[in-house]
Structures are given as C-alpha cells and as structure tokens.
C-alpha cells in the first residue's frame, strides 16, 4: 500500500544531541512537510519542500534542518535539541501545491530529549 | 496567528450519541479540510468541503460550512468507541507558488462504550 513511512517511532536524545528524523514515501508526491506538533497542540508547519524548492517557516528556529536527497525521502536536523524541542514530529505529503489537495500523514516520531 | 480556534476543546458523550465540534478560522477559504487523529498517531483526512458548498457528507460524517460567519461544524452521527480520537479542522493559506495547512486548537472526542 501507498503511505508515508517514518522513522523511528521514538526517538531519545540527550539535550544538545544532533538528531534526524526521517521520512519516506511511496505516493510518489511532489510536496512534503515537517509539523512539529505538542501535546494538546495543533500541529505546527516548520517547513516543506515543493520538489527540490525548500520553504522555511518564518518562526521556525534556525536549529532545524531539513533535507530531500531524492522525491521519496525527506530528513528533519535538529542540530542542537534542547527541552523545548520534545514533541510528536509529523511529516506529510501532498500531490501537488493546489487549491484542492489534502496531506496525507506518517505516523509520527515521537522525540524525547533528556 | 491565523490559527482556527476549535469549540469544545473536549466532548465525552456515550456510544451511540451525535457528536458536534465547531470551528471558526480568521481568513477567507477556498475550503476547509477536517482531519482526525487517534492518540500518538499522525492524521487522517476526513472530509474536504469547499467554500461554495454549504453541506457535505461522508458516511456518518456531516460539516457544515458558513463562509459569511467562517465557521464550520462536523457532526459524528451514532458514534462508536472507535471515534475517540482528536479532531482538527484545517485551512489552505495561499502564499504565492506556495500553500499551507492551518490547523485549528483540536476537539478532544471521547466516545464511552
């Protein structure tokens, strides 16, 4: 079946540890997103790339990153992780940038730093 | 913030009950999107309504949509135990080349057997 695969689940790090995220598809979109999302939150877009276009969010912090090697995969960096940066990261896809298109979600990395 | 505010924040109602969340968004639409999402997972599309529609259904889903009020209601009818879940609505901001979702705040459903 077509979907949205990341990995790892949980992830546990310790404050100021580089950590990735990854994520892969295989619905073959051209759109793919990061969300940081808190408990009890909405989920929050940190940035997405159009193809190879990468679009950052304004207020997202400059200690994530994010790579796409290839159309399949997309890595969330973040660089220096601190306590605030525990949360479920979400990463999603959509087909093309129009004005009738839906995500389609992974089931989430759930990071936790110590 | 352009954020969608979501209204009740937590709704706990037997099986068998209707279950009505609200949503009320800032900016104009071209449509509005529900999503669910079962705890520590990642969301799930539900409904996709446009904004020159008033009414849709899907199943035991029904929204609503009042473009004049930017508001919007999903109605879960004879919900079932496997509805407990958190529910977001969602807007397209247009940014140029760019789009995005926005997520309203979530209502919190929980469906007791």
């Known amino acids: 079946d077509a979907m949205v695969i990341q990995n790892p689940r949980y992830q546990v790090t310790q404050f100021g540890k580089p950590v990735t995220l990854s994520c892969s598809q295989t619905?073959?979109?051209?759109?793919m997103y990061w969300y940081q999302q808190k408990s009890s939150q909405a989920p929050k877009l940190l940035f997405h790339?159009?193809?190879?276009?990468?679009?950052n969010e304004a207020d997202t912090p400059d200690n994530f990153q994010s790579r796409r090697p290839n159309t399949s995969f997309c890595f969330l960096d973040i660089r220096s992780p601190g306590l605030g940066d525990a949360a479920m990261y979400l990463c999603a896809t959509s087909r093309v940038l129009g004005r009738s298109y839906t995500q389609y979600f992974g089931p989430g990395t759930r990071l936790t730093v110590l | 913030s352009q954020q969608g505010e979501e209204d009740p924040q937590a709704l706990s109602i037997q099986e068998g009950e209707n279950a009505t969340m609200n949503c009320s968004y800032k900016t104009s639409i071209n449509n509005l999107q529900w999503y669910r999402q079962n705890s520590g997972r990642g969301l799930v599309h539900l409904i996709l309504?446009?904004?020159?529609?008033r009414e849709k259904h899907s199943g035991r889903l029904r929204v609503t949509l009042d473009t004049s009020k930017k508001s919007s209601s999903l109605l879960i009818t004879a919900s079932r135990a496997a509805d407990t879940a958190s529910y977001f609505c969602?807007?397209?901001?247009?940014?140029?080349?760019?789009?995005?979702?926005?997520f309203g705040t979530g209502t919190l459903l929980a469906v007791q057997p």
């Open positions: 969602a807007t397209i901001v247009y940014g140029g080349a760019t789009n995005k979702l926005i």
């Open positions: 619905l073959n979109h051209n759109v």
């Open positions: 309504i446009r904004s020159n529609e």
């Open positions: 790339y159009y193809d190879k276009d990468f679009n």
